[in-house]
């Protein structure tokens, strides 16, 4: 079993910043994938940045250049920096691992 705590989520005006944090417990292994999605009202969830064991990461393109990705394995920490938000980027905001698991969602909310 693995447990899943996001934090860091908040309100925001357009063009600030925010970092997520997903702190993770019980049988965790590095070498598996983490990622963070998100889902808006009325849309589907999707993936917003992906990382896996060796360090290898992948953006959706809407966030590319904004967002970044990385991962604590000494502190089983997923983090997500998030800068020059935009109101379309309001969402809540969900930890994944190993593609199975997931958090209970932090909610961000970008202000125009």
């Known amino acids: 079993q693995v447990q899943l705590v996001e934090s860091g989520g908040g309100l925001v005006q357009a063009g600030g910043s925010l970092r997520l944090s997903c702190a993770a417990s019980g049988s965790i292994f590095s070498i598996n994938f983490m990622g963070w999605y998100r889902q808006a009202p009325g849309k589907q969830r999707e993936l917003v940045a992906g990382i896996t064991g060796t360090g290898s990461t992948n953006y959706a393109g809407s966030v590319k250049g904004r967002f970044t990705i990385s991962r604590n394995n000494a502190k089983n920490t997923l983090y997500l920096q998030m800068n020059s938000l935009k109101p379309e980027d309001t969402a809540v905001y969900y930890c994944?691992?190993?593609?199975?698991?997931w958090g209970q969602g932090t909610q961000v909310t970008v202000s125009s």
């Open positions: 994944n691992y190993g593609l199975k698991y």
